[in-house]
């Protein structure tokens, strides 16, 4: 069932906004760069938390560096309030400005649901 719509604010490409559709489909624009999320799969660790996990497939730029290509983040969503989430992740990226050259990325955000 979709989710609707969520707007917040990350550290991902630098200070970046956030939007996010359906609880799958994640954007983000910074003052360093972009990204693009699709969150494939999702799950919770225990009925009891609300501490969730996801694993996604994207693509980001850095336009800073002239740095692109895919990336897979592997993060945790936590429900701190009515409509209120905070989210973190890790995601391995590879970069193919030059050379193919895999580093890490990570973001920390928080988002509001409408």
């Known amino acids: 069932m979709p989710q609707g719509l969520d707007v917040g604010m990350a550290w ?3 200070l970046s906004a956030v939007l996010e559709f359906d609880d799958q ?9 972009g990204a693009f999320d699709f969150l494939m799969k999702k799950g919770s ?8 996990w996801y694993v996604g497939l994207g693509g980001w730029v850095n336009w800073d560096d002239d740095e ?3 990336r897979v983040p592997l993060g945790v969503d936590w429900s701190i309030g ?6 973190g ?12 050259e895999l ?3 990570a973001a920390l955000g928080v988002t509001y649901s409408f």
Not at 45 to 52: Q, R, Y
């Open 12 to 14: 991902d490409q630098g």
């Open 25 to 33: 489909y994640r954007f983000t624009l910074g003052n360093e760069g």
């Open 45 to 52: 660790f225990d009925a009891n938390t609300p501490l969730t």
């Open 68 to 70: 692109f290509g895919p």
């Open 82 to 87: 009515q409509g209120w989430n905070v989210y």
């Open 89 to 100: 992740q890790v995601q391995p990226e590879l970069d193919l400005e030059s050379s193919p």
């Open 103 to 105: 580093q890490i990325g």
